[in-house]
């Protein structure tokens, strides 16, 4: 850990206004700790949120931050990231932000391998809107808008990303704060598009995918001798629908990020501010 920088660091002076025991808490606080492990501080952070119980999360860290539309974080990430190469970027969303609306974005910034992580909050609800079935509910998880169930198979967005291309795969459990936190930092370690699925439980809507159920069923692939380098067991496990997994599912050692395969650098993206618009600074302000 950089020893000027703590992850406390990263706490704004927003409290959350998350439901008591939401797994969005261990959540950020595992992101915030591998933000700073990896040596990086609030002034080289730029946190993109999307929308729903997730979208508030740029309020809640001491960074800079955008909360962008809904779904189309990713797109907003990516251009930061073009914009100021420097910068450590976050993307944060949830599972009815990245695998609904904006499953597209999440396809095409999977394939850019722009280099900047994407942490996704999958409580397998829509939480914001007060509990209704996500693109990863069960086929049977019962709401008040699908009183029978969504009766469609959930989207696995693991087997999305590999399909897609992904660099870097992996999954985690808000609540197993140290293992959170070291999948994070590899995610922001990794040179390219760092996808982590977090199981951050709904203590308020989902009464299926709780704490004690992942507790029960998670497998920790750090304890077995599985090989996160094997695209063809990648496969196998992003594909077993008879286990939750936890840790690095793949990761291509040899990933080149967007920005080395463009010859893109710092220099060549640097905002001219001296030609901005006369007043922009004050309508930034204004709206954010």
């Known amino acids: 850990m950089s020893s000027q920088v703590r992850f406390t660091d990263f706490k704004s002076d927003k409290q959350p206004t998350w439901c008591p025991g939401c797994g969005d808490f261990g959540t950020m606080n595992g992101m915030m700790k591998a933000l700073a492990e990896t040596g990086n ?25 955008i909360h962008g539309v809904h779904g189309r974080a990713l797109p907003v990430g990516a251009g930061v990231k073009m914009a100021n190469p420097d ?17 597209g974005h999440f396809v095409h910034a999977v394939r850019r391998n722009v280099d900047m992580s994407y942490v996704v909050m999958d409580n397998r609800i829509y939480g914001l809107t007060k509990g209704q079935a996500s ?3 069960r086929e049977d998880f019962e709401t008040s808008t699908t009183p029978e169930g969504p009766q469609q198979p959930p989207v696995n967005p693991l087997a999305l990303a590999l399909a897609s291309g992904a660099t870097f795969i992996a999954q985690s459990f808000s609540s197993d704060a140290l293992r959170h ?14 996808f982590v699925n977090v199981f951050s439980p709904c203590v308020t809507f989902n009464d299926v995918d709780t704490y004690d159920y992942f507790r029960d069923s998670l497998v920790d692939l750090q304890e077995t001798d599985y090989d996160p380098t094997d695209r063809d067991a990648a496969k196998e496990k992003v594909l077993d629908a008879d286990k939750e ?4 599912l793949y990761q291509d050692e040899e990933s080149v990020p967007y920005e080395d395969t463009h010859g893109l650098d710092s220099n060549m993206s640097q905002i001219d501010h001296e030609g901005a618009p006369e007043g922009a600074m004050d309508l930034v302000r204004e709206f954010y």
Request: glycine content about 20%.
């Open 41 to 65: 501080d609030p002034d080289n952070t730029f946190v993109v949120a999307g929308i729903g119980c997730s979208g508030k999360i740029g309020t809640y860290m001491h960074s800079y931050a």
């Open 87 to 103: 910068l450590e970027v976050m993307v944060a969303g949830g599972d009815g932000d990245g695998y609904s609306i904006g499953a």
């Open 135 to 137: 693109p990863t509910s």
């Open 181 to 194: 936190q070291e999948i994070v930092q590899k995610a922001i370690e990794h040179d390219g598009f760092g």
């Open 245 to 248: 997994y936890m840790g690095v």
